[in-house]
DNA sequence: AATAATTTGTTAATATTTTTATAAAACAAG
DNA sequence: CTTGTTTTATAAAAATATTAACAAATTATT
């Protein structure tokens, strides 16, 4: 298994300028990473260094291929600069994006372009079956890449469930972990590589944050609608994990004191009402009770409606679909009020599969919290529906594996 | 008035040696702030930096009367090395603790160390009749002080509402600006010194998080409970304002649909059940209605009741009284939840005048957690009640003011 | 009590980094 | 097309910081 060193022991070892001169090169790499190329001349800049310096560090992480030239720059008076990024071709970082549908092996080179990508129909499971099918199937998409095994840097996993960051047990599934192994435990003995894993709302707001609608934004909050609701939290322009790497937990706040028993075991939780699975059961329900709706040619097979069925409904205008889309909405805007007033975020980005139903989704969204938030809460604060779609999700995984390479670096 | 030099401006004049040496100084201040004395070694090693740069750094401190020795350390194998901390005697913090009841003025050295204090009638109002009356009565103390002019540093003010953090400005009462002009513009120009305003709570939670319960803790919840319900909130030991600075709202979160109209426009608010105010309400209200209480003796001069007579009450067995304090410690608690699932905490501090209820309020708040919270939220996670008092926001002024005014050293 | 072991504080030597100077490259303007 | 301006890249000089060395101060040990 690989394992990283101890932090402390490091630092208590090197000398004075061999930690400056690791903390410059984190520097440099943090900075091409965000800035896709840069010169010597920003580097030096924004990392408060002379122009000899970085020219000594710069040259280092080319020698060692993490850097390479891009050619120069045009445009400006003066002779032209050469430009410098991470390298697209020595480097590669794998991502495996697990969700209860299907799985995705995604490998992508240190600027996250997708260099390969291969689907399974392996949808998450609470057992060890799950962790040895996911084993094969990465193994198998490895080789089937073509990428010399020295190659990859580093293995990302972003899934469901509340994640203990530090050791990467995934708390709300934990049969996958066999003898007390967690997955990431076995997947780093078996490629030995390090492995870090994500929970897959906190990836996507990350991507989002990085490289998507949030840029630049210090506050950001990404309210993701699937087989559950999940919260993505970007405080001081870092993902927040709390203690444990549970913050962001909205789907178990309760809603409704008279609600239904949830699968937590509580009772009118936010996930009860508004997760897609809910939401199916609630049309359902309906039709049963014998609402008028286009969805009533459903009637027969009616465990075949599916939420994007449901959409459909809705923009071709049925009044049944449209009422519900309404319903799951405003709870989902009254338990995103709430975090609003305790993360006074600049921007709220609403994700996952139910973002085809557009304004019929954010529109009862963006009403709710005009109505339970207060007005200093509301003036800047901007609701946006995701645009990168899966592949924030992918970036998220790599920024979040480069972040803890770094760290080592 | 006093105005802070605007940071990009030096930083693109400064050269990489001065900003580097900014750097360096402003890390010793912030060790020594924290540690309160400390040797040139240690300060060498938890800087990342040698010994005679830190010998050089702190006799330029010395010499600028921030820095002063404290005879030697004890103890140790070898020579005694030099103590050095912040001066007690050069420079002073004024910090003006405002709150809806009164007004204190204190005077504390860079240890923290009260030097001066005076305390006031004034209660929070929202009128310009309160700024001027503020002036006159901290010109009054601070001459009454005798400390020279030229020894303050910084003013530092604590008060209740949502405080924009860029501008100072306290968006819930603006009607104490006089023509456009916030509260510290306004003292600033009086006083020609720097002005930092901040939300009450957040600084008691500062003061909370450095030197009290929840010292070296990474993520802290505090909860004040006063005349309104108020969050404090620590995240990767800072403290958290979010985009404005009004993070931490937890008191106008609808906790009934069907509850009182509140102050803020609103129905069914945290604050309409839990704040001092409301509990007074509801001990009234309880009365009038034949409850059998030990406060009946109150039933001829029933606005008498404050809350010290309640908590007297429970604490003396008195049902009723404990029933309402159970009942509000519920409701506490679950709104507390909610911060819990999506802060991910390790340690919650109650704080405020119901301090004094003791176990009659932590018990129903430890309860209502533990029925509302995940149970993996709940297993790290300790609830205390504050042990620093009217101290703990003094000190967490003195850190606001000392942590700004540090970034322009 | 004397010696050994440890740790600090200062000085000197070494290493590194920054600054300055200069040449090369690109572009604009006359 | 040449000259002047601007910017980059590198080399040399200057400044700064780190390491190593050693004396001083203290505690533990023989």
New binding site residues.
């Given amino acids: 298994m690989y394992v990283s060193p101890p932090d402390e022991e490091i630092d208590s070892k090197k000398?004075?300028?061999d930690y400056?001169?690791s903390v410059s090169r984190r520097g440099v790499l943090a900075e091409l990473y965000q800035s896709e190329v840069s010169?010597?001349?920003q580097l030096a800049k924004s990392l408060h260094?002379?122009?000899?310096?970085i020219?000594?560090i710069v040259e280092e992480l080319v020698n060692e291929k993490w850097v390479s030239t891009f050619g120069?720059a045009?445009g400006?008076?003066?002779?032209?600069?050469?430009l410098f990024g991470l390298s697209t071709q020595e480097k590669y970082v794998v991502a495996l994006d697990i969700s209860t549908h299907d799985t995705k092996v995604v490998i992508m080179n240190l600027q996250r372009e997708v260099i390969f990508r291969k689907d399974i129909k392996l949808g998450l499971e609470d057992n060890p079956r799950f962790a040895k099918a996911l084993l094969e199937f990465t193994r198998k998409a490895l080789e089937e890449s073509q990428v010399e095994a020295s190659h990859f840097v580093a293995i990302g996993i972003s899934m469901p469930g509340l994640i203990q960051f530090q050791s990467g047990t995934n708390m709300t599934y934990r049969r996958i972990n066999q003898e007390e192994k967690p997955l990431s435990a076995l997947i780093s003995e078996e490629f030995n590589l390090p492995v870090f894993v994500i929970n897959d709302t906190k990836a996507t707001v990350l991507g989002e944050h990085r490289f998507g609608l949030a840029r630049g934004k210090k506050h950001v909050l990404a309210i993701n609608i699937d087989w559950g609701v999940g919260l993505g939290i970007i405080l001081n322009g870092e993902i927040f994990q709390g203690a444990s790497g549970f913050a962001g937990e909205l789907g178990h706040i309760q809603m409704d004191p008279d609600g239904e028993l949830c699968h937590c075991g509580k009772v009118g939780c936010l996930d009860t009402i508004t997760s897609a699975r809910s939401l199916i059961r609630r049309v359902q329900r309906g039709l049963n009770e014998g609402r008028v709706s286009k969805l009533s040619a459903y009637m027969d097979h009616i465990e075949d409606i599916d939420i994007e069925t449901i959409i459909e409904a809705a923009l071709e205008g049925d009044a049944f679909a449209i009422d519900i889309l309404f319903d799951v909405g405003t709870v989902l805007g009254k338990g995103l009020s709430m975090a609003v007033h305790l993360f006074n975020p600049e921007i709220v980005i609403v994700d996952g599969i139910v973002v085809k139903a557009d304004q019929f989704i954010t529109n009862p969204i963006g009403q709710a919290i005009n109505k339970y938030c207060l007005s200093d809460f509301r003036n800047d604060l901007s609701i946006e529906i995701s645009q990168l779609g899966e592949r924030a999700k992918w970036i998220g995984i790599h920024i979040y594996v480069m972040d803890q390479l770094l760290a080592t670096i």
Avoid: D, E, M
């Fill in positions: 000398s004075v300028v400056k001169k010169t010597l001349a260094s002379s122009v000899p310096s020219t000594n120069t045009v400006n008076h003066g002779r032209r600069p050469v």
